[in-house]
């Protein structure tokens, strides 16, 4: 390839050990996720570049690459993310269809059976509480994440744990303005001053992020304002709208339980994607018949240093970047003076 390469970037070393890591395991199967800016300007050379070096190790890549949107299969969000199959044998895996959804599950019908976390004062310093669940008129999407029917474990182990306890829904402080300024906003709009996105009941989210790294301020996305409720919703209620189960337990800090659902594929469109690469290696496989626990809850709550001390590992991740969280919060006073005088 003429001029310098896209894969040699050090800011592409992510996809880089991507590509290594295939070589060098040969799995008889790829899946590469990735966000779709990848598909245009500039970083169309870097998947230029990966496709190519895929198929000179011997895959066979299923082109035209394609973007999925987790909305069409049966998730309450919109959010568009590249993805690149490719397999060994001479047949890469097809890309799934599009779910036979119509319409997709809206942010009511993931949100209206939770309690309101507002309720619970143990929710203000602890993320879990005992609540009575809801049993009627829900809906179907809410029955499928609240584990009701034996075809919501799907292919997986069922797991054993309590429906009666709430987890990830420790709740956050609003001032009485910014609930104010959350009222006002219209559904499906962003509030000016925070730059919140306001759900719609009748809608889908909009595209859940994981926030900056510690090296840019390690500052967390907005989360959407909910529909009914003057406050931004909880980590459980983002959990539901990006297609997790109640039984899965998140971080019990706010931000880190955030940023696992940011950074996660929705596991509803993560299942359409495996059950092309099932189609592709041929096999057909059974849920297992046992139950597991749901592990250790100590481990939600350590910070980087307790988790590596743990596992017997350096801590992964750098210190934070004071001079650059300060510099995105100078530029994030400007927007919100810049919206008030527009308002």
Not at 149 to 173: C, F, I, K, L
Not at 264 to 278: C, D, E, G, I, K
Not at 300 to 312: I, K, N, Q, R, V
Request: charged share 25%; glycine share 6%; with cysteine.
């Amino acid at each position: 390839m003429i001029g310098k390469r896209a894969l040699d970037d050090p800011r592409n070393q992510l996809v880089r050990h991507f590509l290594r890591l295939v070589i060098e395991l040969a799995p008889s199967v790829f899946v590469f996720e990735n966000v779709r800016g990848l598909t245009v300007g500039k970083h169309r050379q870097l998947l230029d570049e990966l496709t190519e070096e895929l198929q000179e190790a011997g895959y066979s890549v299923t082109l035209p690459w394609q973007i999925l949107n987790a909305r069409d299969y049966g998730v309450p969000q919109d959010r568009q993310r590249l993805f690149l199959l490719g397999s060994k044998g001479p047949r890469p895996p097809n890309y799934p269809p599009l779910e036979i959804l119509s319409p997709a599950p809206t942010c009511r019908d993931a949100l209206d059976d939770l309690p309101n976390a507002e309720d619970f004062n143990e929710l203000v310093a602890s993320d879990s509480v005992r609540v009575e669940p809801q049993t009627v008129g829900l809906s179907h999407y809410a029955r499928e994440m609240r584990c009701l029917s034996n075809d919501a474990w799907h292919s997986g182990y069922v797991r054993e744990w309590d429906p009666q306890v709430m987890t990830a829904s420790r709740r956050t402080a609003h001032t009485d303005i910014s609930r104010r300024r959350f009222s006002d906003t219209r559904p499906a709009t962003v509030e000016p001053i925070s730059r919140f996105y306001k759900l719609a009941g009748n809608g889908v989210s909009n595209t859940l992020r994981a926030g900056t790294d510690s090296a840019r301020g390690a500052f967390t996305s907005p989360r959407p304002i909910h529909y009914r409720y003057d406050r931004c919703v909880t980590v459980r209620e983002m959990a539901r709208l990006h297609g997790f189960p109640d039984w899965f337990r998140f971080h019990v800090t706010k931000w880190h339980g955030a940023r696992q659902i940011g950074n996660s594929v929705p596991p509803p469109l993560a299942r359409a994607v495996a059950v092309s690469v099932r189609d592709a290696l041929a096999v057909s496989p059974t849920r297992p018949p046992d139950s597991i626990p749901l592990g250790t809850p100590k481990l939600l709550s350590m910070d980087m240093t307790e988790a590596a001390a743990y596992w017997g590992v350096t801590v992964p991740i750098a210190k934070r970047d004071r001079k650059s969280g300060a510099k995105k919060r100078k530029q994030m006073d400007i927007e919100r003076q810049r919206a008030a005088a527009s308002t």
